[in-house]
DNA sequence: TCCGATTTGTTCGTATGTATG
DNA sequence: GCATACATACGAACAAATCGG
């Protein structure tokens, strides 16, 4: 697709559906493309032509061209019956996703509706790409997981246009503030609260946090470190916040801590780590300085994964619902599909957004220091 | 219509319909109907262009033009022309799996195909229903890791009717023997042969094996652990072989390995492991009896899996391709679907099975018996 | 109601690229 | 390697419909 004809084809296709142009608007003459693109009109009118062949555009002679309404030609032209919905992560095998889209596939599959996968790579570009195609498309309902839900998305018009074509979505984990969607995800605020708090009541002062703040989970869990520190009456040193984001996660978090670990004011005791990924590597680094968990220094996870107990030192973690989640998204999204059939008037019957409220699993990796300190004195 | 181009369509379209041209014949070649109609190459372009998004034409760049079989046709571009892929497996989530998935998705997306997955939880019931609904379905091309391959699949005749419709698929990490489908699998004979070889050359005589033996992954490796036996000349007692199936796996492998720890008899040195998941499991089981790997027993697992470097010990595993495995199948389906809409003659273009031949990264959970020896003397 | 500017529709010519046999 | 056939792209001209003044 490197033909000039499908930039302009593709490029009119994205203003569609991004919502530059909506329903029965005038898009530019021929002739402004032409000036846009620098093609000419033959190369302007073969990628219209498409366009309207496929039911994007159509033109009126004299008047102009103009975007077609997609959400009515459906009605006609859908006779495809078939369930389907979309799952969009930033990553299908990192880590946790894996047992949500489990846990969301076998309850979408159970009521017959089939699953479309779609990964963004954390990249906002390709979840662009997923969404464009995803438009294109009937779907009858798309399950996100947020790129980068941190930060402001550039993609914001194509979940518009979702609303505008109604098709229901919901956002798992995280969702993007702007957007205000329907949504499945941890109280995260307190579930880093949790972490801290835990240590804090265990008698840690000296506690560094670490987080990944490309994603709100990370941002947020950070407030509740914060927040535990200050209910407590705890002063933190600013140095003792690391944060990093997705790109630099196999390293900085590591480097920052060693530093810490390095440096001579070092009377750290506890860690808190944005999720038991980190603290698997973190282990790591500990071992190399035969710095024992816990005895010399607690650290506290996030996630309660599969490597939450893989290791010699079983993690203390914060449950993260995984599957459960899954479920929940599945029977969420179910739920808003049937209510969109039968729209007519069923206003009492409302689909609402689900928090979870953190548990934590407490193992071995923390460790009691006010009980430490009356057999010592 | 009396346009020019409109009445070269309906001269094209008329002799379509009374038979002049039959369906996969070619007709005049575009400078012959520029003769015949006396117009210009663009307007018989448009004429054509118009038949072919119609259906009733189709163009092949440097061959010709030719009437399409609309009987056909219905079947063919019925409502969507999207690309779709389907991937079974047994399970989404686990272990390796998610790795798999990845590399195939991410090299289908870049070619535009959609993916579809199911999973069938390693139940031949759940296999035949998502059989079921794929055959109803549209789909370009299926990529399966087979449930329990190691016993005859009672859903042989499904894959036999995929085949019937050429629906392209292939099998990864195993397949099932009456099929011999195209295939991308590791050789597993091999990779338990390493496995038990590289204990075999470290010195160590008396070594148990433990194998999940209702996928042929196992049964191979099992066969690749008694080679290594016979090979070297290292009578094998019968009890050192341990064997589970999938339903078995959290508990019964643990339990026999505890048996042989705990037996009087107890000289073992070395564990061959079906995977690096029971590794783990394993040394859960070690810790407690304050066994040390490797000093007291060495342990060697399968897949290279994260895993494999998540715990105090590094993991000795045979390397699984994951993302590599899927990526390849991925690439494979590929060709096939392009293979098959081009099936005129081209056949010295052939797609072929690929069998990873298994690599193996040494870590530190085997010791070597030899060397010792040596120094104790 | 007509005019003129704008916009799409039709048609021609020409050139170069790429796939097929 | 070469001729053939389709693919992409540029330019130009005139026709037909629309719309504001």
Known sequence: METKYSMVKSALKSKIMDGTYTPYQKISSESELMKEFGVSRHTVRLAIGDLVTTGWLYREQGSGTFCA??????????????????????????????SIIRGAE??????????????????????RQILEKILTQ??????IEPTKSAFSNPNINYYLNLERLSTPYIMINAYYDELEPLSIVMDDVKG?????????????????GCFKTDD???????????????KHGIPLNPKNIITYNTEEKST??????EKI???????????????????IKVLDVLRRRTIRVPEDISIIGYDDSVLAEVSE??????????????????????DLIKLKSVNKKNEQHQVDSVVYTPEMAIRNSTKDLNQQKITTQ
């Not at 997609?70 to 894996?98: H, L, W």
């Not at 880093?192 to 835990?198: A, L, P, R």
């Not at 709100?216 to 200050?230: D, S, V």
Request: with cysteine.
């Open 69 to 98: 309404d997609r959400s009515k030609m459906n009605e006609n032209q859908r006779q495809n019956s078939q369930k389907n919905i979309a799952i969009i992560t930033t990553y299908i095998s990192d880590y946790i996703f894996p």
């Open 106 to 127: 076998s309850r979408l599959s159970q009521e017959g509706y089939q699953v479309s996968i779609f990964s963004t790579n954390n990249d906002h570009e390709k979840e």
């Open 138 to 143: 009937q779907f009858d309902g798309i399950i």
């Open 192 to 208: 880093g609260f949790m972490q801290t708090e835990h240590l804090i009541k265990l008698g840690h002062i000296d506690i560094v």
């Open 216 to 230: 709100t989970q990370g941002t947020k869990r950070m407030k509740g470190f914060l927040k535990a520190h200050r």
């Open 252 to 257: 900085k978090p590591i480097e920052e801590i």
């Open 261 to 279: 670990l390095d440096s001579k004011s070092n009377s750290i005791t506890g860690l808190v780590c944005y999720n038991d990924e980190l603290v």
């Open 313 to 334: 030192v079983k993690l203390t973690s914060i449950i993260h619902p995984k599957s459960e989640m899954g479920k929940a998204a599945a029977n969420t999204i179910i």
